[in-house]
């Protein structure tokens, strides 16, 4: 069969295939095996049957590239063994590579003649008067070799002369010519042969060498056998070479310890046996018989009738299915379908099941006329044989093992796949038992992608069996956390019996308005804790405690009316005037302007104060001593020195105030109740005893540029519209731009945060999210843009908030100045406005650059050349990403810059 490559030699994937191949030579993971010994003997391994290597271990790194090209006849071993390890010599390299490109019959019969100082051991010497008359050697370089104590043949190859060899054999000998003079960027340039440089040159500038660790090209490291069988395996994508034993189509059937093969229109049948090894062209990792599958399509590689290597290089399945109404049987293996106005006949064969409901074997004779069948057949031929006939309609009794593929509690539904792939969806009922391990679920506990045993009667199910160990979620009350932090106790959703898990070490938890919590912060009771969703893992521990809701009550302005220190019974009148006792434990969270522990809040707790309680039953939750009022200005009244602030519920507070009132506006020095306006939103902090407003910090909200930040001094710089600012974190929560609390060195100078402040307090930092990438479609008139990001993902932006699009210095307020193929930056403003920023394309021919510089020509003595380089730049040519170091002096490239630095590169 002829593989799909490119065998001449010129095809540029070629050289893909040789330098991915070559990379790996630094990396232990590819290259050749020789076939023959170093004394000149060929290998003993005979290729009637492929037998197993004794020094290749199952699950070997470079198992599949040996055994495939031992299949194929291009390698052997000796005595049983591979010797993976060995480093290849440059007569057996020759070979491999003679052997690779089929061209064995080519070789000549008689005497050959080698040129002046070539030795090689007998077996060889034809393989390399071809690859002499081949130009895959330089006769004249070659000739050059002096070593006396090792013969030509017998030296271990090394990385800089196979590259030689092979860039030789691709057609590339003329370019490596012309780059013989130029740098590779390698530290270690100086040590790779300069009559070699030019041919690692091209392998460079195809950026498909990237050298070893420590950007390294490491010219005279040896060559590995596995590393070469790697690398002739991969290669093998990218040539034409006719392998005889060698056959690609789809599996027809698979029986009784035979394969039959759908071949360009033929059936070839090959023999399974034990030796037979089975991969899958995506993973190195051997597979089992069973991992075949009907229909699939694989390569063959057969040796005297028995399948040696298969590989699968489709696992999707070649077959259609749809449903038709059964009405006769014909002579001659015909079936006829009623299709309502008249019939339909299709053809079957002997080979075609016919199944009942649960999956067996049945006549077809059987059939009732009017049962709704399943037709499955395979795609892969123009005769499209029919596979299977499964009867679905009717009353359905089984029992199964599959996979659940969707739920439906609202219907009380659930989808599962058996292991055949046949779908199938039945109804659950009150009797229905669903189990995992010794323990009863619901059906909201099970998951698609569950493994379960079922059983079905009447198409109803009976009992759901998980048989494997899953993570799930169960939803319930918090009974008790145990004070050493190891188990928790909680009743389940309806249910009266309570049950105790062990938690995972450092349990996801999260509480609502909470930053940070941890256990502590989760409230049990027996009567009215928490309400939780907790994830439980197939170890049966709690990983991840979620606050679904709480049953407490909040007393906000409650006047004290009297406390007790010895017992912590704090007497409240409520807003109704209504008398609370509420009692104060070591849990209750207390806050204070004078602190937040109870020394500090006990002396406030005189008769008359504010305080704003959360309670369940009289357990006091949190307690707050009422030192600020937040809301809205609503009136000032200057003359009665009274400001009215009405808060989120539409109650109205009148705070009188004095002439030593403070008032704090960011960004203005000297604030002063003047700069106040009527529906700012404002922190009012109140004097000690509650009686008048001390200080009105105005809220604002703005997005800056971060400059650099100190951690150690909880403190960080910021700039926007050229005025720099210094601002302190401490009282701040932060958050990433997916909304993940963060620390403050996460946050990088030239990223953009949202800062919220009281006053010149910050309270909340947020990254904003950056969009960079090319546009790929606009919908003007749905307000919609996606944007393909550097890193390959698509995003669809919604600008129905608003739009700001920035070109070249103008603005526009809608999407149709966009095109595709722009290069944007995407992000939302302190408004919620969505500002996407074209950047600027400059097309230049590229002389240099170093880590953080790009230097281009000039087309006018006036332009710009320099320019600076994003840390994550992306370099690319079409879908292949390229590196800076990979770019040669003249090559057409245009430049992508976002604020003057540039993100993307494009080479032509």
Not at 895 to 900: A, P, R
């Amino acid at each position: 069969m002829v593989l799909r490559h490119s065998k001449h030699i010129h095809s540029k994937k070629v050289v893909s295939a040789v330098m991915a191949g070559l990379i790996a030579l630094g990396g232990g993971a590819s290259a050749v095996s020789a076939n023959e010994t170093a004394g000149g003997t060929a290998a003993s391994t005979t290729q009637s049957s492929l037998r197993a290597f004794s020094d290749v271990a199952a699950g070997y790194w470079g198992e599949k590239y040996i055994y495939q090209l031992a299949a194929q006849g291009i390698v052997t071993g000796n005595n049983g063994k591979f010797r993976p390890n060995d480093p290849v010599t440059q007569q057996e390299a020759v070979t491999m590579a003679i052997r690779f490109l089929s061209m064995q019959d080519q070789l000549g019969s008689g005497a050959a003649t080698l040129p002046t100082n070539i030795k090689v051991n007998d077996y060889f010497t034809q393989y390399v008067q071809l690859a002499f008359q081949q130009n895959l050697l330089d006769k004249q370089k070659e000739s050059g070799y002096s070593d006396e104590k090792v013969i030509w043949g017998a030296q271990k190859a090394s990385r800089e002369w196979i590259t030689e060899m092979l860039v030789r054999s691709i057609g590339r000998t003329a370019e490596a010519n012309a780059a013989k003079n130029n740098a590779t960027g390698f530290a270690d340039n100086a040590k790779i042969s300069p009559d070699r440089l030019g041919y690692v040159n091209v392998a460079v500038e195809l950026g498909l060498a990237q050298g070893v660790t420590g950007n390294k090209f490491d010219p005279q490291g040896a060559v590995t056998r596995a590393q070469l069988a790697t690398f002739f395996s991969r290669a093998q994508a990218y040539i034409d070479t006719k392998y005889a034993n060698q056959y690609e189509g789809y599996i027809a059937s698979l029986d009784n310890g035979k394969l039959e093969l759908y071949v360009d229109g033929k059936l070839q049948s090959f023999k399974l046996d034990a030796s037979t090894a089975y991969f899958t062209s995506d993973s190195a990792k051997r597979q089992q018989f069973s991992d075949l599958k009907p229909f699939t399509k694989v390569v063959v590689v057969a040796n005297n009738g028995t399948a040696a290597y298969v590989e699968t290089t489709d696992p999707a399945q070649q077959v259609e299915r749809f449903e038709r109404t059964y009405a006769r049987l014909s002579p001659n293996h015909v079936i006829w379908f009623d299709t309502g106005s008249t019939f339909e006949e299709l053809s079957y064969d002997a080979n075609t099941l016919f199944l009942d409901q649960n999956g067996n074997k049945i006549d077809p004779k059987t059939l009732a006329a009017g049962s709704l069948l399943t037709i499955e057949r395979e795609t892969f031929s123009p005769q499209k044989r029919i596979v299977s006939i499964r009867v679905k309609s009717g009353l359905v009794n089984k029992a199964s093992e599959g996979v659940i593929t969707s739920i439906d509690t609202v219907n009380k539904t659930m989808t599962l796949k058996d292991s055949t792939g046949y779908e199938d969806t039945f109804a659950w009922d009150e009797k229905t038992v669903i189990r995992y391990q010794n323990q009863i679920l619901t059906p909201a506990e099970l998951k698609a992608g569950y493994t379960v045993k079922f059983s079905v009667e009447n198409s109803v199910l009976q009992t759901v069996e998980v048989a494997q160990s899953v993570e799930r979620t169960v939803q319930g009350m918090l009974y008790s956390v145990e004070e050493n932090g190891k188990t928790i106790t909680y009743k389940r959703n309806g249910s009266t019996q309570l049950e105790t898990k062990f938690l995972a070490d450092k349990p996801e938890i999260i509480v609502s308005g909470v930053a940070k919590p941890v256990l502590s912060d989760l409230l049990a009771d027996a009567v009215s804790g928490d309400k939780v969703l907790l994830t439980i893992n197939g170890e049966e521990q709690v990983t991840k405690i979620e606050v679904t809701g709480r049953q407490m009550e909040q007393l906000d302005a409650a006047t004290i009316v009297n406390y007790d220190p010895k017992t912590r019974w704090l007497t409240v009148r409520d807003a109704n005037n209504q008398p609370r006792v509420i009692i104060l434990d070591e849990k209750t969270k207390l806050e204070a302007s004078t602190g937040t522990t109870l020394d500090k809040v006990e002396p406030l707790l005189g008769a008359g104060r504010k305080v704003s309680v959360s309670v369940i039953g009289t357990r006091a939750l949190s307690l707050e001593v009422v030192y600020k009022v937040e809301g809205k200005v609503s009136s000032m009244n200057t003359s009665k020195r009274v400001i009215s602030i009405v808060d989120a519920n539409g109650k109205v507070e009148e705070i009188p105030y004095n002439t030593t009132l403070s008032v704090e506006i960011f960004g203005k020095s000297s604030a002063s109740l003047a700069d106040v306006r009527v529906g700012d939103e404002v922190s009012a902090q109140l004097s000690t005893n509650q009686d008048y407003l001390q200080t009105l910090k105005v809220k604002t909200a703005a997005q800056f540029e971060v400059v650099f930040t100190e951690p150690s001094k909880n403190r960080i710089r910021v700039k926007a519209n050229g005025t720099t600012s210094d601002i302190y974190t401490d009282k701040a929560t932060l958050t990433g731009e997916s909304g993940q609390a963060i620390l403050l060195a996460d946050l990088r100078p030239g990223t953009l945060v949202n800062i919220s402040l009281q006053g010149n307090t910050a309270v909340a930092i947020t990254q904003v999210k950056l969009t960079l990438g090319e546009i790929t479609n606009v919908d003007a008139s749905g307000n919609v843009v996606t944007v393909k990001d550097y890193a390959g993902n698509s995003q669809a932006i919604g600008v129905s908030t608003g739009v700001k699009v920035l070109r070249n210095g103008s603005t526009a307020a809608n999407l149709s100045t966009l095109a595709v193929s722009d290069r944007v930056e995407v992000r939302k403003d302190i408004q919620g406005v969505t500002i996407i920023n074209v950047m600027d394309k400059l097309e230049r021919s590229f002389w240099q650059a170093s880590n953080s510089e790009i230097q281009v020509k000039r087309k006018s003595i006036n332009d710009n050349y320099r320019f600076a380089l994003s840390d994550k730049v992306f370099v690319h040519q079409g879908d292949t990403t390229l590196s800076v170091q990979s770019l040669k002096e003249n090559d057409n490239i245009v430049l992508y810059l976002n604020n003057g630095v540039v993100v993307e590169i494009v080479k032509q």
